[in-house]
Every structure is written in structure tokens, then in C-alpha cells.
């Protein structure tokens, strides 16, 4: 369910609801005008979503605009718009805008050479996380389409974008993390260009290792890209104890990451 709560301290009120199945969720998505309800769950053996929206002023006249689409799709509420990212005849996704009923009236940011996984917009500008040859890249673009500039990042870093709530943010947030510093959040404004960094997790003491990338060439011919990494007290011509973990599922690779484990 989706309860509305109003300050005044009056009883909380159910707004919407929706069938509960195993696997299946709700989220609530919204902006300074409406409110969305996406409903992901399990019909004929693959993952769907239905898309519900109401007007902030009318939150219990719900209508639904879009049914049964499959995944990946991610709706976007912003300016009192519905836009989304869609993969459909689009395997690395692009960034397109829906009318009031839920149909495709126009492709914004059309599909790029590397897979857009996040979407942010503030303002007139949206920017896309997007991975280029295992390398996070965040591009702005305006709504009318038009690519603007790259913001900055460092190479082989986990990026990772946070979403905002204000139709007219003046900056941007998002998370940066690799296989040697812990996670942090850096501002980005988009007016400027200029990126601080805001927060940053410290940890009691940091071990020197070194990275290495290299290739292996599969039975089938394909190379398939790895990193070694380990402790600038090891040395490559001795043995050394190895945790190895491996994924290639789905088109989504694994970017680097912290972790204490490792």
C-alpha cells in the first residue's frame, strides 16, 4: 500500500493499492506535481511493471498508464512529465518521454555506444551514467536533446547516481567508490561544472595494493577482461592464497568496488 501522512496529525491514509505476489513490489516515485505508483511483479513467467499516476492535489483518483511492460524500464517522474528509460529495440537503453497516457511521444537521448543504467534530471538537464568499456562516464544532456559536456570522474571507479526530489536543483549527487578507497559522495554543479567532494568514509587504515588488468581468451575465443589485485607485499612469481569471484551474466558487468573482505 501507499499511505498518505499529513502533518496536521490527522490518521494516515491508504491512497493506493495493489496485489501482493511472491516477488512482486511497489514503489512510490514522484515530483512536485504527481505521483507515481510502479507496480513490478511476475505475469507469464517474466518480470513487469504497470505504472499508476495521481495528481498531488487528487491522491486517491489514481489511473494507470502504463501495463505490463516488460523489464528493464524505469519510469522517471519530473515537471509534472513521465519519462523513462527503455530498453526495447534498444539493448543499451535510451532515454524517452511519455504523454499523460503512457505513450512515446519523442526519443531524448537516443541509445549510446555503452549501456545507460541511471538517469538523473534537474532542471533542463539530465544526466546519464552510462559504461563504456567497463568504465562509468557521466554525460549531461539537455531535454531538447542535445549533449552538453562530460562531467570529470576518475578511470576504474564505481559510479554510482543518487536520486533528487527538487524539479529545480542547482547540483547533483553521486556515490564514487574503487577497489582501493572506500565509498564517497560528491556535489556536481550543473550550472558551473564544478565537482567537490561532500562526503567520504574513512576507514582505520588503508592497505597498499597494487592493480593489474589483463585478458584471457575463452575455449569459444572470447576474451574475457580480469584485474588482479593484491598487496604490494606479495610478488607476482611467488604463490599467493586467491579469492576469485567471476560474473558475466545479463550484458552487466562488475565495476569495482570496496570492501574490507578483499
Same mark, same amino acid.
Given at each position: 500500500?501507499?499511505?498518505?501522512?499529513?502533518?496536521?496529525?490527522?490518521?494516515?491514509?491508504?491512497?493506493?493499492?495493489?496485489?501482493?505476489?511472491?516477488?512482486?513490489?511497489?514503489?512510490?516515485?514522484?515530483?512536485?506535481?504527481?505521483?507515481?505508483?510502479?507496480?513490478?511483479?511476475?505475469?507469464?513467467?517474466?518480470?513487469?511493471?504497470?505504472?499508476?499516476?495521481?495528481?498531488?492535489?487528487?491522491?486517491?483518483?489514481?489511473?494507470?498508464?502504463?501495463?505490463?511492460?516488460?523489464?528493464?524500464?524505469?519510469?522517471?517522474?519530473?515537471?509534472?512529465?513521465?519519462?523513462?528509460?527503455?530498453?526495447?529495440?534498444?539493448?543499451?537503453?535510451?532515454?524517452?518521454?511519455?504523454?499523460?497516457?503512457?505513450?512515446?511521444?519523442?526519443?531524448?537521448?537516443?541509445?549510446?555506444?555503452?549501456? *545507460? $543504467?541511471?538517469?538523473? @534530471? #534537474?532542471?533542463?538537464?539530465?544526466?546519464?551514467?552510462?559504461?563504456?568499456?567497463?568504465? %562509468?562516464? !557521466?554525460?549531461?544532456?539537455?531535454?531538447?536533446?542535445?549533449?552538453?559536456?562530460?562531467?570529470?570522474?576518475?578511470?576504474?571507479?564505481?559510479?554510482?547516481?543518487?536520486?533528487?526530489?527538487?524539479?529545480?536543483?542547482?547540483?547533483?549527487?553521486?556515490?564514487?567508490?574503487?577497489?582501493?578507497?572506500?565509498?564517497? *559522495? $560528491?556535489?556536481?554543479? @550543473? #550550472?558551473?561544472?564544478?565537482?567537490?567532494?561532500?562526503?567520504?568514509?574513512?576507514?582505520? %587504515?588503508? !592497505?597498499?595494493?597494487?592493480?593489474?588488468?589483463?585478458?584471457?581468451?575463452?575455449?569459444?575465443?572470447?576474451?574475457?577482461?580480469?584485474?588482479?589485485?593484491?598487496?604490494?607485499?606479495?610478488?607476482?612469481?611467488?604463490?599467493?592464497?586467491?579469492?576469485?569471484?567471476?560474473?558475466?551474466?545479463?550484458?552487466?558487468?562488475?565495476?569495482?568496488?570496496?570492501?574490507?573482505?578483499?
Amino acid at each position: 500500500t501507499i499511505r498518505l501522512h499529513r502533518f496536521e496529525g490527522t490518521e494516515d491514509q491508504v491512497c493506493f493499492r495493489a496485489t501482493r505476489t511472491g516477488g512482486s513490489r511497489l514503489i512510490l516515485a514522484a515530483d512536485a506535481r504527481l505521483l507515481g505508483a510502479i507496480h513490478v511483479y511476475r505475469a507469464a513467467s517474466e518480470d513487469v511493471l504497470d505504472l499508476w499516476i495521481a495528481e498531488q492535489s487528487e491522491p486517491n483518483e489514481w489511473r494507470r498508464v502504463v501495463t505490463r511492460h516488460p523489464l528493464p524500464f524505469a519510469p522517471i517522474l519530473k515537471l509534472g512529465r513521465i519519462f523513462a528509460l527503455v530498453y526495447e529495440n534498444a539493448p543499451n537503453g535510451k532515454l524517452v518521454e511519455l504523454d499523460l497516457n503512457g505513450i512515446e511521444i519523442r526519443t531524448i537521448i537516443p541509445e549510446q555506444n555503452g549501456m *545507460i $543504467f541511471q538517469a538523473v @534530471i #534537474a532542471g533542463d538537464t539530465v544526466v546519464i551514467n552510462s559504461l563504456d568499456r567497463m568504465s %562509468s562516464v !557521466l554525460r549531461k544532456w539537455n531535454l531538447s536533446g542535445e549533449c552538453l559536456d562530460t562531467i570529470s570522474i576518475p578511470e576504474d571507479r564505481t559510479i554510482r547516481l543518487l536520486p533528487n526530489s527538487s524539479d529545480s536543483p542547482d547540483t547533483i549527487f553521486y556515490t564514487c567508490e574503487s577497489f582501493t578507497e572506500p565509498l564517497a *559522495i $560528491f556535489e556536481h554543479a @550543473i #550550472a558551473t561544472g564544478v565537482t567537490r567532494l561532500w562526503h567520504r568514509r574513512t576507514i582505520p %587504515s588503508a !592497505l597498499k595494493c597494487s592493480i593489474h588488468k589483463t585478458r584471457y581468451r575463452s575455449t569459444d575465443g572470447i576474451e574475457i577482461p580480469i584485474t588482479l589485485l593484491r598487496s604490494e607485499s606479495c610478488t607476482a612469481t611467488q604463490p599467493s592464497a586467491t579469492l576469485m569471484t567471476g560474473y558475466g551474466g545479463f550484458g552487466v558487468p562488475v565495476t569495482p568496488q570496496f570492501s574490507v573482505d578483499r
